[in-house]
């Protein structure tokens, strides 16, 4: 006999679960790379990307 696995669909709070929060602009940011040198600027730059919708953004300092 095989076993049998019962299917289950995702919830549609499981399958979009922490991208809603992103839409409206609360991104959940971690640094990428610290100390990044921007050479037309002269500047530091610090490159964050969201944790949740992977969306990148730089700051420069």
Request: net charge positive; hydrophobic share 35%; aromatic share 8%.
């Amino acid at each position: 006999m095989t076993n049998i696995i019962p299917f289950k669909r995702p919830k549609a709070s499981e399958k979009h679960k922490g991208k809603t929060l992103c839409k409206t602009g609360f991104h959940q940011w971690i640094i990428l790379n610290e100390k990044k040198f921007d050479v037309k600027e002269g500047k530091l730059i610090t490159v964050f990307q969201c944790s949740r919708c992977g969306k990148i953004k730089n700051s420069a300092l």
